[in-house]
Nanobody
Framework: QVQLVESGGGLVQPGGSLRLSCAAS????????IAWFRQAPGKEREGISC????????PYANSVKGRFTISRDNAKNTVYLQMNMLKPEDTAVYYC????????????????????WGQGTQVTVSS
């Protein structure tokens, strides 16, 4: 069955870096749109970025543009989120999600488009 497993979260000081991984099983993620979302306590789940299967768009939320980079290793069936220059406001549970109905991302990063989700990994940015 379709499964997404996130890892790589943890506690990091402001200005530090983390790389999150999203390992997929049960499907080939290279063929689909894969996104990262995050949810802070008391806030809505927000889209961070998305990677398309080929030449589609790679949108980023304005709050992370220039600091976060999404990438994919097809051989490992894994998507990554490299997070640099982390800020306390980046603290959240980070989720990866797959849209198994299309192979390109929309610019809206709408969570309703994604039907498969991982369990999340906690990222805490604090000194």
């Amino acid at each position: 069955q379709v499964q997404l497993v996130e890892s790589g979260g943890g506690l990091v000081q402001p200005g530090g870096s983390l790389r999150l991984s999203c390992a997929a099983s049960g499907f080939t993620l290279a063929y689909y749109a894969i996104a990262w979302f995050r949810q802070a306590p008391g806030k809505e789940r927000e889209g961070i970025s998305c990677i398309s299967s080929s030449d589609g768009p790679t949108p980023y939320a304005n709050s992370v543009k220039g600091r976060f980079t999404i990438s994919r290793d097809n051989a490992k069936n894994t998507v990554y989120l490299q997070m640099n220059m982390l800020k306390p406001e980046d603290t959240a549970v980070y989720y990866c999600a797959a849209d198994l109905t299309r192979n390109f991302c929309s610019w809206s990063l709408n969570k309703a488009d994604f039907g498969s989700w991982g369990q999340g990994t906690q990222v805490t940015v604090s000194s």
